[in-house]
């Protein structure tokens, strides 16, 4: 088995899980097989993620 260690958009914190225990932000792999610094392709995964949880939240809130 192999573990993916993940890392907290948010505020940094390494974790296993898809969510941040402590802030609850989504994580990304810390170590990607081919990582940029300048990973706009990331970002924009991260904002389409944010987006989606926001019309998500929206919806339950009605
Ligand atoms: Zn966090």
């Keep these: ?4 260690i993940r890392k ?3 505020c940094g914190k390494y974790t ?19 990582y940029s610094p300048n ?3 990331l970002t924009y995964r991260i904002k389409v993620k ?6 998500q939240n929206s919806n339950n809130q009605k």
């Design 1 to 4: 088995m192999k573990f993916l």
């Design 8 to 10: 907290c958009v948010k």
């Design 16 to 34: 296993l899980k898809t969510k941040c225990p402590a802030c609850g932000a989504e994580t990304v792999t810390a170590h990607p097989p081919k």
């Design 39 to 41: 990973d706009k392709y």
């Design 50 to 55: 944010y987006e989606n949880m926001q019309t």
